[in-house]
C-alpha cells in the first residue's frame, strides 16, 4: 500500500507540470490540447509494449474502451475549463473526483467505505461548494463542466481499480491514448501548427502525461481506492505554486477556506483509512 501512495505522489506531481504547459497552450482548441497530451505519451508506450510484447487488445476490451471513452470526455472538459479559470481553482474543483470514486468503488467494486469517510467526503463537496459561490472567476459553465469531468475521473478510478490485476498497466493506458486521439481527431479543423516556444509546451504535456499516468495506473493497482485517490489532491497544493508563481494568480481569504475544506476532507478520509 506504500508503493501505491508513493506512485499517487509522483503522479500528482507529474500532473501539475502538465497542468501547466495546458494553461500555457490556451490558445489553442482544448481537443488540440487533448491530442497533443495523448499522443506524446502513445509515441513512448505504443513503441515500449511491441518490443516487450505486451497485450495490446487485452482480456477486458469493453471495459478498458469504457475507461478510454470516459478519460477522454473527462480530460477535454478540464482542458476547456483550464483555458476558462485560474490554474488552482480548476484543479481543486476537479479533484473532488476521490469522492465520486468513492461512491462507485462502493456500488461496483463493494470497496467498504466507513462513516467518517462520508464525513471527509461531505467535507470536500462543501469545499468545492465554497470556492465556487466565493471566488466570481469560476463562473457556472465551468463549474458544471469541471465537476462532470470530476464524476467521469471518479469513474475511471473505479475501473481501473477493477481492472487491477487483470490487464498489465500499459495496456490500460495505451487505450486512454487511443480514444482520446481518434476522438481529438474529430476537431481537426480548429487545429493550428504550434510556433517557436510552443513546440516545448507540447512536448512538456506529452512527457508530464505520461510519468502521470503510468504512476497513476500503478497506484490503483497497488493500493484501494479510497486510500491513493485522495492523495491526488497534492496536485492542488503544486498547482496554486505554480499558478502563484508563474500567472500571478492570487487568492482571497474564502477560496482558500474552499479549499482547504477540500485538502482536509482528503487527509481525513486517509486518516480513516489508514487506521483500518
Known amino acids: 500500500m506504500l ?11 507529474a500532473f501539475s ?18 491530442f497533443f497530451r495523448a499522443f506524446g505519451t502513445f509515441i513512448f508506450i505504443f513503441p515500449f509494449m511491441l518490443s516487450r510484447k505486451l497485450p495490446i487488445i487485452g482480456k477486458n476490451v469493453f471495459w478498458l474502451s469504457f475507461r478510454g471513452v470516459l478519460s477522454f470526455v473527462s480530460l477535454a472538459l478540464y482542458f476547456i475549463v483550464i483555458q476558462r479559470i485560474p490554474l488552482g481553482s480548476a484543479v481543486a474543483l476537479r479533484y473532488t473526483a476521490p469522492v465520486f470514486s468513492a461512491v462507485f468503488a ?5 470497496e467498504y467505505v466507513k462513516f467518517w469517510q462520508w464525513i471527509a467526503i461531505a467535507i470536500s463537496i462543501a469545499g468545492a461548494f465554497v470556492m465556487k459561490e466565493v471566488d466570481l472567476r469560476i463562473d457556472t459553465l465551468s463549474f458544471t463542466l469541471v465537476i462532470l469531468s470530476s464524476i467521469l475521473v471518479g469513474g475511471v478510478f473505479t475501473i481501473v481499480r477493477y481492472l487491477g490485476s487483470r ?10 491514448m487511443v480514444f482520446s486521439i481518434v476522438g481529438s481527431l474529430f476537431f481537426l479543423s480548429k487545429w493550428r501548427m504550434p ?5 516545448w509546451y507540447v512536448c512538456g504535456i506529452g512527457v508530464f502525461g505520461l510519468f502521470g499516468q503510468v504512476f497513476l495506473t500503478r497506484a490503483f493497482q497497488l493500493a484501494d481506492t479510497a486510500t491513493v485517490a485522495p492523495i491526488k489532491y497534492m496536485e ?18 474564502y477560496p482558500m477556506i474552499g479549499m482547504g475544506l477540500l485538502i ?5 478520509n486517509l486518516w480513516v483509512k489508514q487506521r483500518g
Open 167 to 176: 490487464e498489465h498497466y500499459l495496456t490500460i493506458i495505451n487505450y486512454f
Open 17 to 34: 507540470w502538465m497542468n501547466l504547459f495546458a494553461k500555457y497552450l490556451e490558445n489553442f482548441h482544448p481537443l488540440q490540447v487533448v
Open 264 to 268: 482536509f476532507g482528503m487527509l481525513l
Open 106 to 110: 462502493l456500488i461496483f467494486l463493494k
Open 3 to 13: 508503493r501505491g501512495v508513493i506512485y499517487m505522489l509522483i503522479a500528482a506531481f
Open 195 to 199: 510556433v517557436g516556444q510552443e513546440w
Open 236 to 253: 492542488l497544493v503544486y498547482a496554486l505554486l505554480l499558478g502563484y508563481f508563474i500567472f500571478g494568480e492570487t487568492y482571497g481569504f
